[in-house]
């Protein structure tokens, strides 16, 4: 079974929002640490974005309105999946770490 800690976690977590163009979080209130929630919440908001471009760009190519190539589409899809594949991965860590949690005897 594969055992990932927090740090590698949240390593990949800010690669993926690295590679999604994520606006700079806001700084949080204590340094050298950032807010879970608000990494999340960025997060999630770039993975709904390059959906929304990916399907604007499909969108457009399929009219034949749009000025993207084949590539740049089918790129722009591969990317909104990967990120999405990404986003469901953490989050089932989460719930296994939470169930994991729960199973706990106190």
């Known amino acids: 079974m594969n055992e990932i800690s927090s740090a590698q976690l949240l390593s990949q977590i800010r690669t993926l929002g690295k590679s999604l163009q994520i606006p700079p979080m806001e700084p949080v209130a204590s ?3 950032a807010d879970f929630g ?3 919440s960025n997060t999630l908001n770039a993975v709904n974005s390059a959906q929304q ?3 604007q760009l499909k969108t457009g190519f399929e009219n034949g309105t749009g000025s ?3 590539a740049e589409v089918m ?3 591969q990317k909104a999946d990967i990120s ?3 986003v469901t ?3 089932n860590k989460l719930v296994q770490a ?3 949690i729960m199973n706990m005897p106190v």
């Open 75 to 77: 790129i722009a899809g």
């Open 38 to 40: 608000s990494l999340l």
């Open 84 to 86: 999405f594949r990404a």
């Open 31 to 33: 340094p050298g640490r």
């Open 98 to 100: 939470y169930q994991d």
């Open 68 to 70: 993207a190539s084949l």
């Open 53 to 55: 471009h990916s399907s």
């Open 89 to 91: 991965e953490v989050r």
